[in-house]
């Protein structure tokens, strides 16, 4: 198989604290790893693209300060949201593919709120 | 213009029925498509991908591809009352390697008992 295992699935935090969400690849190693946010019946938004070893790439408007990515392994990835605030409150989700004969396998996801 | 679009629907099929669903991408070098089912709450499961053009099926789903016309479709035959959920259009400029998806912004399936 191809299992990306996300950690935690839900969270709750105050308005301006920070919250780290894991995502590790479980039997394969994950150069490249995507950071995806949902919000309520809205379609998956890539955030950034994690590479190991090097500085994330991230989309146009995410703030690259308010949403810190590590990717200090061949297997772990993690998301750091800064300074949360009831906006951040959303689905996130990892993703990260085995090999090219795969598809892109996902994380169980994140449900943050922000209180 | 979206670079990926789908039919919101809700699009409602009687259970054994072939529930078709349809994308249509605007980047002409989109080489990677990719069918996503998403349980409400849940993260999305991959379904299937297809790369050339044509027919490609697993089980009961079937991949259509035309790259010419810039669409792609699915097919669910014999359709479940399991199979209600939001189907996720993905596509990739590439077929190697590790390249971002663009998704649709999906369309909700209701199989009827």
């Known amino acids: 198989g191809a299992v990306v295992s996300q950690h935690p699935s839900r969270v709750i935090c105050k308005s301006g604290t920070s919250v780290k969400i894991e995502c590790r690849s479980l039997?394969?190693?994950?150069?490249?790893m995507f950071w995806y946010r949902q919000f309520p019946k809205q379609s998956l938004m890539l955030m950034a693209t994690s590479n190991e070893g090097s500085k994330a790439t991230y989309e146009q408007g995410v703030e690259k300060d308010k949403f810190l990515i590590n990717h200090a392994s061949l297997t772990l990835s993690t998301l750091t949201v800064t300074s949360a605030h009831p906006e951040d409150s959303s689905f996130y989700i990892c993703?990260?593919?085995?090999?090219?004969?795969?598809?892109?396998?996902f994380g169980s996801g994140t449900r943050l709120t922000v209180v | 213009q979206k670079e990926v679009e789908q039919n919101s629907g809700p699009l409602s099929v009687p259970e054994g029925a072939i529930a078709s669903l349809n994308c249509t991408y605007s980047?002409?070098?989109?080489?990677?498509f990719f069918w996503y089912r998403q349980y409400s709450g849940k993260s999305p499961e991959l379904i299937m991908f297809i790369y050339s053009n044509g027919d490609k099926e697993d089980g009961r789903f079937t991949a259509q591809l035309n790259k010419a016309s810039q669409y792609v479709s699915l097919l669910i035959r014999d359709s479940q009352p399991s199979d209600s959920a939001t189907y996720l259009c993905?596509?990739?400029?590439?077929?190697?390697?590790?390249?971002?998806?663009?998704f649709g912004t999906g369309t909700r399936l209701t199989i009827i008992p």
């Open positions: 039997d394969f190693q994950a150069t490249t």
């Open positions: 993905a596509v990739s400029l590439s077929n190697f390697g590790n390249e971002k998806l663009t």
């Open positions: 980047d002409r070098g989109s080489q990677s």
């Open positions: 993703s990260a593919r085995k090999t090219v004969d795969r598809g892109y396998t």
